[in-house]
T-cell receptor, first 114, second 112 residues
Framework: GAVVSQHPSWVICKSGTSVKIECRSL??????MFWYRQFPKQSLMLMAT?????????EQGVEKDKFLINHASLTLSTLTVTSAHPEDSSFYIC??????????FGPGTRLTVT | RKEVEQDPGPFNVPEGATVAFNCTYS??????FFWYRQDCRKEPKLLMS???SGNEDGRFTAQLNRASQYISLLIRDSKLSDSATYLC?????????????FGKGTHLIIQP
């Protein structure tokens, strides 16, 4: 089946620094990737839709200047959390869509901002 | 506002029992629905897709009631390994081409 990887799997950073998370589709090309965030005991919330070669579409309430998304190729999307703060600590999960409608999820990145 | 509502549980069920959860959704335009399983601190994994009135896969049965806008998941002969959080998921558009709206999940604990 389709495999999506994320890197890093977990990261601890200091407040004010920026963190980049990579999402890769390993065995298929993904024109669309999605970024989700999940806080403890909460559901996954869609942050943004990333389309290869164009600007990402952000959900209401998600700051595009804080969460920078780049989808430069059909197999790679990156999410950069800029000037991270403790409230940005969360589980970030990407998903990638192949030619069908199914989305395949990455293993997630656990971010802790101290 | 698109919403997906689930009973968070936890549901404590003895091994071998049958358990069912419901999920209600607000987006009446939705054409497909999904049940995902999420283990603690892991990514969600697709369990079942529901495109018409229902779907069955082994011990798992999903049913869709469009008139009442709810989806159910039935697990028969439950196993210890079924312990997880079950997420009801509805695409933001008619299919899965857009993002997904997740319910908060129903926590299931199968007891020996």
């Amino acid at each position: 089946g389709a495999v999506v990887s994320q890197h890093p799997s977990w990261v601890i950073c200091k407040s004010g620094t920026s963190v980049k998370i990579e999402c890769r589709s390993l065995d298929f090309q993904a024109t669309t990737m999605f970024w989700y965030r999940q806080f403890p005991k909460q559901s996954l919330m869609l942050m943004a839709t990333s389309n290869e070669g164009s600007k990402a579409t952000y959900e209401q309430g998600v700051e595009k200047d804080k969460f920078l998304i780049n989808h430069a190729s059909l197999t790679l999307s990156t999410l950069t959390v800029t000037s991270a703060h403790p409230e940005d600590s969360s589980f970030y999960i990407c998903s990638a869509r192949d030619l069908g409608d199914e989305q395949y999820f990455g293993p997630g990145t656990r971010l802790t901002v101290t | 506002r698109k919403e997906v509502e689930q009973d968070p549980g936890p549901f404590n069920v003895p091994e071998g029992a049958t358990v069912a959860f419901n999920c209600t959704y607000s987006n009446s335009a939705s054409q497909s629905f999904f049940w995902y399983r999420q283990d603690c601190r892991k990514e969600p994994k697709l369990l079942m897709s529901v495109y018409s009135s229902g779907n069955e896969d082994g011990r798992f049965t999903a049913q869709l009631n469009r008139a009442s806008q709810y989806i159910s998941l039935l697990i028969r002969d439950s196993k210890l390994s079924d312990s997880a959080t079950y997420l009801c998921v509805v695409p933001d558009s008619g299919g899965g081409a857009d993002g997904l709206t997740f319910g908060k999940g129903t926590h299931l604990i199968i007891q020996p």
